[in-house]
């Protein structure tokens, strides 16, 4: 009796010990994640001195200002810096000003535009909330999640990144890795190729982008022969190379837009590109259909400022124009391709261009053409006067968006006045005024650095760089000369 109690009593302790077991090995609690560690203590304010900002005065200037920002604004503050105009001496800082003022606002499918705010003793840094160019929508990029800011982040060549204790707060304060960035290579990196149409949200496909984009339903105005839509023939287009070229000027649901067609080829190889044979597009639904090769549009942001596409003929959207198709005269000497979209701003800073047209005065009695053709023809490109004022009141939204950043149209365009300083060659002077050094530091740093002076060395003895050569060379420059790290400017 005694072993059957006994017996009893050691099952009963084995089934305990396995329920507990049992629930050892179901028990999902994990562990509390360590605390972060803790931020650094806010350091002093620096003063910028004359003639130079330094990455320590430039980062103090940023914590400074975001600190005394409430939360909401302090997450969504990004910060754009054309301070390296101010320490390479360059003298038109008002201009310079109003070229990221611009390009910030041509980035942006918000209805209103937004100055930003200046801030430093030499205002040569903007401050902007991200909110107010939408760059904090969401967005899918090359199959990622990611807010347009951080699209700007990750394809910004340079990548500079701050661990001084103030990039370690103005980076918490922000939420962000990346807060700042350099003007010139902003606008040259945001305003162009993928990057561009990926914060603008332009569609691939060119029927999208009219029908959906822009709300334009071309073939029904054609159909209708609606009064906003505008035809025009010129001869001979400088920027086209002196070939003929097709203008298209509509009004859509979003607002103005214009086209172009543009051909490789003219008429005397290749008859379907030629105007005064074939003036019509397709929607005319003609027999003397133009047989263009690419298509340029320009069309009125929801702020008023202009956004800009290119497109081939097979309807595909294109990061840039062939120069045999269209070059940019303006500025052929530094590049004469032009990129979408930082090179229409730098033809397009008055507006929509207008133009006279020759198409009707052309047909208009010529044998070889149809009664048909002849009638259309009138209607769709026998109103020059509509057209220019069509045009001129567009212009006129235009002009007073841009007033808004007290921007002058009959000057150059300031984007492209800041982005030439890095589409040129580039000397120590410039290179060391983007890395907040002076020169004499940057080469005395240079001098020191084995893998800088294999990179970039030129440099020393007063030659120079290109800006990819740059970019090549930043991560060793970087690291080599100790850059952005807490010591920096001591």
Same mark, same amino acid.
């Given at each position: 009796?005694?072993?059957?109690?006994v017996l009893i009593a050691l099952l009963s302790?084995?089934?305990?010990?396995?329920?507990?077991?049992?629930?050892?090995?179901?028990?999902?609690?994990?562990?509390?994640?360590?605390?972060?560690?803790?931020?650094?203590?806010?350091?002093?304010?620096?003063?910028?001195?004359?003639?130079?900002?330094?990455?320590?005065?430039?980062?103090?200037? *940023?914590?400074?200002d975001a600190t005394g920002l409430p939360s909401?604004?302090?997450?969504?503050?990004?910060?754009?810096?054309?301070? @390296?105009?101010?320490?390479?001496?360059?003298?038109?800082?008002?201009?310079?000003?109003?070229?990221?003022?611009?390009?910030?606002?041509?980035?942006?499918?918000?209805?209103?535009?937004?100055?930003?705010?200046?801030?430093?003793?030499?205002?040569?840094?903007?401050?902007?909330?991200?909110?107010?160019?939408?760059?904090?929508?969401?967005?899918?990029?090359?199959?990622?999640?990611?807010?347009?800011?951080?699209?700007?982040?990750?394809? @910004?060549?340079?990548?500079?990144?701050?661990?001084?204790?103030?990039?370690?707060?103005?980076?918490?304060?922000?939420?962000?890795?990346?807060?700042?960035?350099?003007?010139?290579?902003?606008?040259?990196?945001? *305003?162009?190729?993928?990057?561009?149409?990926?914060? *603008?949200?332009?569609?691939?496909?060119?029927?999208?982008?009219?029908?959906?984009? +822009?709300?334009?339903?071309?073939?029904?105005?054609?159909?209708?022969?609606?009064?906003? +839509?505008?035809?025009?023939?010129?001869?001979?287009?400088?920027?086209?190379?002196?070939?003929?070229?097709?203008?298209?000027?509509?009004?859509?649901?979003?607002?103005? *837009?214009?086209?172009?067609?543009?051909?490789?080829?003219?008429?005397?190889?290749?008859?379907?590109?030629?105007?005064?044979?074939?003036?019509?597009?397709?929607?005319?639904?003609?027999?003397?259909?133009?047989?263009?090769?690419?298509?340029?549009?320009?069309?009125?942001?929801?702020?008023?400022?202009?956004?800009?596409?290119?497109?081939?003929?097979?309807?595909?959207?294109?990061?840039?124009?062939?120069?045999?198709?269209?070059?940019?005269?303006?500025?052929?000497?530094? @590049?004469?391709?032009?990129?979408?979209?930082?090179?229409?701003?730098?033809?397009?800073?008055?507006?929509?261009?207008?133009?006279?047209?020759?198409?009707?005065?052309?047909?208009?009695?010529?044998?070889?053409?149809?009664?048909?053709?002849?009638?259309?023809?009138?209607?769709?490109?026998?109103?020059?006067?509509?057209?220019?004022?069509?045009?001129?009141?567009?212009?006129?939204?235009?002009?007073?968006?841009?007033?808004?950043?007290?921007?002058?149209?009959?000057?150059?365009?300031?984007?492209?006045?800041?982005?030439d300083q890095i589409r040129k060659e580039m000397?120590?002077?410039?290179?060391?005024?983007?890395?907040?050094?002076?020169?004499?530091?940057?080469?005395?740093?240079?001098?020191?650095?084995?893998?800088?002076?294999?990179?970039?060395?030129? +440099?020393?003895?007063?030659?120079?760089?290109?800006?990819? @050569?740059?970019?090549?060379?930043?991560?060793?420059?970087?690291?080599?000369?100790?850059?952005?790290?807490?010591?920096?400017?001591?």
């Amino acid at each position: 009796m005694r072993f059957v109690i006994v017996l009893i009593a050691l099952l009963s302790v084995v089934s305990l010990n396995q329920s507990c077991s049992q629930e050892r090995i179901i028990d999902n609690t994990q562990p509390t994640p360590p605390a972060p560690p803790p931020l650094p203590p806010i350091p002093p304010p620096v003063t910028p001195l004359p003639g130079l900002v330094t990455f320590e005065a430039f980062e103090s200037e *940023m914590l400074t200002d975001a600190t005394g920002l409430p939360s909401v604004q302090q997450e969504n503050a990004r910060f754009i810096t054309i301070c @390296d105009q101010y320490n390479s001496k360059y003298l038109n800082l008002p201009a310079m000003r109003r070229a990221v003022e611009k390009a910030v606002n041509q980035l942006s499918l918000e209805s209103d535009v937004e100055a930003g705010q200046w801030i430093g003793a030499f205002d040569c840094t903007l401050r902007v909330d991200q909110r107010d160019y939408g760059w904090d929508d969401v967005i899918t990029y090359r199959g990622r999640k990611m807010t347009k800011w951080q699209v700007i982040e990750a394809t @910004d060549p340079l990548r500079f990144e701050s661990f001084t204790d103030r990039g370690v707060l103005l980076k918490a304060l922000t939420d962000t890795a990346r807060p700042w960035v350099h003007g010139a290579n902003f606008i040259e990196n945001a *305003m162009n190729n993928e990057t561009y149409y990926a914060i *603008m949200e332009v569609p691939n496909e060119l029927n999208t982008f009219l029908d959906q984009y +822009l709300g334009c339903n071309l073939q029904r105005d054609f159909d209708d022969f609606n009064e906003d +839509l505008f035809l025009a023939g010129v001869r001979r287009s400088l920027i086209a190379l002196q070939k003929n070229r097709g203008i298209l000027f509509t009004q859509c649901q979003e607002g103005a *837009m214009s086209g172009t067609y543009d051909v490789i080829l003219e008429g005397q190889t290749s008859p379907e590109r030629s105007l005064s044979i074939n003036p019509f597009p397709i929607e005319a639904r003609t027999g003397r259909t133009f047989g263009h090769d690419a298509s340029e549009y320009i069309f009125t942001l929801p702020n008023q400022m202009l956004g800009y596409a290119l497109f081939n003929a097979a309807g595909n959207r294109e990061n840039f124009a062939p120069t045999n198709i269209v070059t940019d005269n303006i500025r052929a000497n530094i @590049d004469p391709t032009i990129r979408n979209a930082r090179s229409c701003s730098s033809c397009h800073t008055g507006g929509f261009i207008e133009v006279s047209d020759f198409i009707t005065d052309h047909v208009r009695g010529n044998p070889n053409f149809e009664a048909d053709d002849i009638q259309k023809a009138q209607a769709y490109f026998g109103r020059n006067q509509g057209m220019r004022a069509a045009i001129r009141q567009a212009n006129l939204k235009y002009q007073a968006a841009v007033q808004i950043l007290q921007i002058d149209i009959n000057s150059p365009d300031p984007i492209n006045e800041l982005t030439d300083q890095i589409r040129k060659e580039m000397d120590a002077r410039q290179i060391a005024a983007i890395l907040f050094l002076s020169e004499q530091d940057f080469i005395a740093r240079l001098r020191a650095s084995p893998g800088g002076s294999l990179a970039v060395g030129q +440099l020393i003895s007063g030659g120079t760089v290109s800006f990819q @050569d740059f970019i090549l060379a930043a991560p060793i420059l970087v690291s080599d000369l100790n850059l952005f790290q807490e010591d920096l400017g001591q």
